[in-house]
């Protein structure tokens, strides 16, 4: 292999919550291990490979300059995100002007509902919910409306057309926030999904801000269909938000990006995203995301969805023949797993608490999944060496489910 995707990454001292953070946020992280027990970091979005040497290299070669003065983005920035949608995604319109910076997913999300909304406003939002959302959300006032996800006949993730339709009524919605792929169920959404939810959307002028970060990250050779191309609506409706820091490990860094088509909404939350003063790129962030966005950047991440979904593959066929009651999608995006225990704990009349506990006990420092409105889960992540992989699920074998 061209990359290095095998060797265990040191963490400790490197500025890593995944392994530093054990122990320090009760309630959020999980607890360091026993003695005799090295952590296996399995909680935070954030990988343990080295990313690709051309953003390493980005950075050297700007760094050597000795000035880091104010700027603005460049062209070669602009570029790189319109020829990784065109080569990544099949966009082939995208333009400079349809792109602006924010200094997260999770604020160009906030600017995008105070755009859409009024502080105390209700918003529609797909359960299972990534934890992000429920606390920008709550934090700046406005009230969410769950429309839970259900399962189809093959145990697939869907989203339930009907019940999305009457929370819109019934709630009086003016927006949505949609997340392609989605997070933390691992759901790729399918062109004829996303229609149909755009066209309940459409049908009551719902707008939509897309949190399309996970975009990438395509397990088992599944295809992602952004959100703005399915219909006409969803292209001048969507905020779209992207960034590379999933993909390539970058969170760090710090640098989202929008994509949104309507020239009056885009103006409406460049304003928005400017009344603190604070929405700014770093330097470094712009030159992280050019060399991300560079030819070996797509062929280090092709060789990581490789990787990813052995490790997938492994862990799902895994719990199937040895986790009875622990119930498990195989994700389609994303590298994460989303374990149900409802019928495990029912079962063996024990709580999620004294699961998670347990594996923390052992280094296994996977996630409570109860904050993301399940109330028998537990996430896990994947993006890590396949002998780590073989050596959690060893553990919460011998240690977990006995």
């Not at 779209?240 to 490990?249: D, E, G, I």
């Not at 560079?294 to 092709?302: H, I, N, Q, T, V």
Request: aromatic share 12%.
């Amino acid at each position: 292999m061209k990359f290095d995707f095998e060797s265990i990454l040191e963490r400790h001292g490197k500025d890593a919550l995944a392994v530093d953070g054990l122990g320090t946020r009760p309630g959020i992280s999980p607890d360091k291990p026993k003695e005799g027990f090295d952590v296996i970091p399995m909680w935070v979005a954030d990988m343990n490979f080295p990313t690709v040497p051309t953003i390493q290299d980005e950075i050297i070669e700007r760094v050597k300059h000795p000035a880091f003065g104010y700027f603005s983005p460049t062209d070669e920035y602009f570029n790189a995100i319109i020829d990784w949608h065109k080569n990544r995604k099949g966009v082939a319109d995208l333009k400079k002007e349809y792109i602006g910076y924010e200094n997260g997913v999770l604020g160009g999300l906030v600017s995008a509902l105070n755009v859409f909304c009024s502080k105390g406003d209700n918003v529609l939002v797909h359960a299972p919910t990534y934890i992000g959302f429920t606390m920008s959300l709550e934090n700046n006032g406005y009230n969410i409306i769950h429309s839970q996800l259900i399962k189809d006949e093959n145990g697939k993730w869907i989203m339930d057309y009907e019940d999305m339709e009457k929370k819109i009524v019934d709630n009086n919605i003016s927006a949505t926030i949609f997340c392609n792929p989605h997070n933390p169920t691992g759901r790729v959404w399918t062109k004829e999904e996303i229609k149909k939810a755009m066209d309940i959307f459409e049908k009551y002028h719902v707008k939509v801000i897309s949190d399309e970060i996970w975009s990438d990250l395509l397990i088992n050779g599944h295809k992602y269909t952004p959100t703005q191309t399915v219909s006409a609506y969803a292209r001048e409706n969507t905020v779209a938000l992207y960034a590379p820091s999933k993909t390539f490990n970058l969170a760090g860094l710090v640098g989202s990006y929008h994509v949104i088509y309507n020239k009056y909404l885009r103006n409406r939350l460049d304003k928005e995203s400017s009344l603190s003063h604070y929405n700014e790129m770093n330097v470094l962030s712009m030159h992280a995301l050019i060399g991300a966005y560079k030819k070996e950047g797509g062929e280090w991440l092709d060789q990581l969805l490789e990787v990813l979904s052995k490790n997938i593959n492994y862990a799902y066929n895994y719990i199937k023949k040895n986790f009875d009651g622990v119930s498990v999608n195989k994700p389609e995006g994303t590298y994460m797993l989303f374990l149900d225990l409802e019928k495990y704990c029912k079962k063996n009349d024990v709580d999620v608490e004294k699961i998670l506990k347990a594996g923390w006990d052992v280094g296994v420092a996977w996630q409570d999944g109860r904050p993301f409105q399940s109330k028998y889960a537990i996430r896990m992540n994947l993006a890590l060496p396949y002998t780590r992989v073989l050596e959690a699920f060893d553990r919460l074998s011998k240690y977990v489910f006995k």
